[in-house]
């Protein structure tokens, strides 16, 4: 079997060899160290079926199994001499089994060795980090006592004080006078004596600062407990003699002392009592003499802050900016006081609340602007004392100065100015009718003066905002949008009452009566106003507002100019719409005189009048309202003349449409009643008899009433071009032309 080979048939020569694969199958695909079968057929099912696979599959099993029996039969003789070769395997085992037994015993032998040298080794270093660590720990303890033991020598060392010092009674440290039993005689001598004592108070208080940070690495120690009240007794006496040291070099402006107290209290990070020793020592009587405190002061005029702003900036002048400038000196490391809010604005804060509180009650509005901007200069004032802006972002940061600004209740105050800026428009604008409030100038021209009552106060209202006894800049943006929201308010009011006035319901709706109670000559007001508020607005008073808020950016302004741009543009697009209103009351009353010509049918019909040779009477009465509107004295005094020319081309165009109406429908039925009375005659004249074909050959009182008609529309021509306007522009009075002026005459318009 192993000498057989296998065979390929003949038809195996001339057909595919057995062992191909189609090339979708790919036996290098199952020798790849990541394949994975799941994989393999997802891929392999959108190329081939299920049964199509399988039978792959198992024809490639085949093969290997094929080649497996091959591989087998070719080298079966080594396979099969393999046990004879296979001598005394046990007795080898055996031989190598006893060096490694040996060696496994020398290694663990070492490895037990090695792990109590380990042991020993770890057991030493924490023997050693245990013993570092009492060391640390007694080092610290003598340290602390060292400390303590220094500042107790130290503090025996100053000059003998008074009793009450260890209570921190910081007025009667004021009122006693340091000394070390010896009167002293001259001013330098005692100068000196103060300059030891701050500096013995700084070494002490650096002393102390380094015993803070023992005994918080000490805690819990019974050492520690057990001094705590030899520290606290230390802490105490250093207390009472630095406040009273700084009490003594405050009242002497001694420059040196006062720097070497501030660094005392700066080692011991007690900043918050150097400042109100400062508070209470200096601040305070100087604050008393403004604004006292043991009465308080009540009414307008005594809430008033500017006078007292000004005498309290003088004294912080005179008095405090000696201190100011030792803190705030460059590399002083002094930065950690801050005396301007927690000494001086909180004494301020607190006089104010107790001598004046009605100063931040904004029931008074024009009293609390006041104070207000007054307080707001006063913080500037201050802020004039701090060295960078980081200084002045820290004085602002401050829980006083937070608190200061809290007590302005801006919100309040803007709206009772809101209810009081709205409300008068409000009131205005609910008048039953358009009010004027100066009287008509007895000459021609064109005023620059608002003429209506509503008017002028939109106005007042829109400069109220903006007013430097209203206005706050914090409130800008409300004070913007009041503004914006007054024009809307007006502009609302008028399309709201022009709309009504064209519906016919304006009686209906409270506050748009003045609507149908308005003529056109009222409506002059209304365009001449609207056109010095655009004016106004777009103007002046936007220039005035921005100048308010020239010192916002540059994004800020185009935006602000932008909105009261567009506000004044929404008024006067409104100008279309009133002038309209005045252009359909002066058409309405014009086409009262226009409904005469109907008389015309009954003059003409069924009676023997000649053809007419002259224009009807209404003709002179159709534009009069026009011409007595335009060149009456208000017109010709509000409105210029291109208000007046477009008012006056908008007439004559809407009664010309009319009057085409009306002329029209008029020629229309008399030729249809010609038309039926022409058949009657006719079916009258074939019953009697008579020929058919006999003409009359008069002129029909259709023809009668398109000449009276032709002859009416000529002279309205006449009257449009004596008022300025031609009118073969007008497309309705070229259409009346056709249709009632004779055939020889209709292409040609001749006024």
């Not at 008393?288 to 009540?298: A, F, L, R, T």
């Not at 009676?607 to 040779?613: R, S």
């Not at 009477?617 to 159709?622: D, E, K, L, R």
Request: net charge negative; with cysteine.
């Amino acid at each position: 079997m192993a000498d057989t080979l296998p065979t390929r048939s003949a038809t195996d020569l001339f057909s595919d060899p057995i062992d191909s694969q189609p090339l979708w199958f790919k036996k290098s695909s199952f020798l790849q160290p990541e394949f994975d079968s799941e994989a393999y057929i997802s891929d392999l099912r959108t190329l081939v079926s299920f049964d199509t696979l399988r039978s792959e599959l198992q024809t490639h099993l085949a093969s290997l199994k094929h080649e497996l029996i091959d591989l087998i039969n070719r080298d079966y003789a080594d396979f099969v001499n393999l046990s004879t070769k296979l001598v005394d395997v046990d007795g080898a085992i055996v031989r190598m089994r006893a060096p490694l037994t040996e060696l496994r015993e020398k290694i663990l032998g070492f490895r037990e060795s090695v792990e109590s040298t380990l042991v020993a080794v770890q057991n030493g270093l924490r023997q050693r980090s245990e013993a570092s660590a009492a060391r640390e720990i007694l080092e610290l303890l003598l340290d602390t006592f060292h400390v303590v033991s220094k500042v107790e020598k130290l503090i025996k060392e100053l000059p003998s004080v008074p009793a009450d010092w260890s209570n921190g009674d910081v007025n009667s440290m004021a009122r006693s006078s340091l000394n070390n039993g010896i009167s002293l005689q001259h001013a330098e001598n005692e100068t000196n004596l103060r300059e030891t004592q701050s500096m013995l108070l700084e070494r002490i208080a650096s002393e102390m600062n380094r015993l803070k940070f023992y005994m918080a690495h000490a805690q819990n120690l019974p050492f520690v407990e057990n001094m705590e009240k030899r520290i606290q007794s230390a802490s105490l006496l250093l207390d009472a003699s630095l406040g009273h040291c700084f009490v003594d070099a405050l009242e002497h402006r001694d420059a040196t002392a006062i720097y070497n107290c501030l660094r005392a209290y700066a080692a011991v990070d007690n900043t918050r009592n150097a400042e109100d020793i400062f508070r209470m020592t200096v601040v305070l009587p100087l604050i008393q003499k403004v604004i006292p405190q043991s009465g308080v002061v009540s009414g307008a005029s005594g809430d008033e802050l500017a006078d007292d702003y000004q005498q309290i900036e003088q004294h912080i002048v005179k008095d405090c900016k000696f201190l100011l400038e030792i803190a705030s000196a460059e590399n002083s490391g002094l930065h950690v006081f801050n005396f301007l809010a927690n000494s001086i604005l909180k004494e301020v804060l607190t006089a104010i609340q107790k001598g004046k509180p009605g100063t931040f009650s904004p029931g008074r509005p024009t009293e609390f602007l006041k104070n207000y901007k007054s307080s707001l200069d006063f913080l500037a004032h201050l802020e004039g004392y701090c060295p960078s802006r980081s200084a002045v972002a820290k004085f602002r940061a401050e829980s006083v100065y937070i608190e200061f600004m809290k007590q302005w209740n801006i919100g309040v105050y803007f709206s009772l100015r809101f209810q009081e800026i709205a409300g008068s428009l409000d009131s205005a604008l609910i008048a039953g009718s358009l009010v004027p409030v100066q009287k008509l100038p007895s000459g021609p021209g064109n005023s620059q003066d608002l003429i209506l009552k509503q008017s002028v106060t939109l106005l007042e209202s829109l400069r109220s905002c903006w007013r430097e006894d209203v206005f706050i800049l914090s409130c800008s943006e409300r004070f913007l949008r009041l503004s914006l929201q007054l024009l809307s308010r007006y502009s609302n009011w008028l399309s709201s009452g022009l709309a009504a006035l064209k519906t016919g319901n304006a009686g209906r709706n409270p506050g748009f009566e003045w609507a149908t109670s308005a003529v056109p000559e009222d409506f002059v007001y209304v365009i001449h106003d609207i056109n010095c508020l655009v004016t106004e607005v777009c103007g002046d008073y936007l220039e005035g507002v921005l100048q308010r808020l020239s010192s916002c950016s540059t994004e800020v302004l185009d935006l602000v100019k932008q909105s009261i741009v567009q506000a004044g543009k929404s008024l006067s697009d409104l100008l279309p719409l009133v002038m309209n209103a005045v252009i359909e009351a002066l058409t309405e009353k014009s086409v009262e005189d226009l409904r005469q010509l109907k008389g015309i049918t009954a003059t003409y019909r069924m009676t023997h009048k000649p053809l007419p040779v002259r224009h009807s009477p209404y003709v002179s009465g159709v534009l009069r309202p026009v011409q007595a509107f335009l060149y009456g004295e208000r017109a010709a005094t509000y409105l210029t003349g291109e208000i007046r020319n477009e008012l006056l081309r908008g007439a004559a165009f809407a009664i010309t449409g009319h009057y085409y109406e009306l002329a029209a429908d008029l020629v229309n039925v008399a030729r249809k009643t010609e038309s039926s009375l022409q058949r009657i005659r006719q079916g009258a004249q074939r019953r009697a008899g008579a020929s058919s074909d006999v003409m009359d050959n008069n002129v029909s009182d259709t023809d009668k009433i398109c000449m009276q008609l032709f002859l009416d529309i000529q002279e309205y021509g006449r009257n449009l071009s004596a008022l300025g306007v031609k009118a073969v522009e007008i497309p309705a009075y070229c259409s009346l032309w056709r249709c009632v002026a004779p055939p020889d005459q209709q292409n040609a318009i001749n006024v």
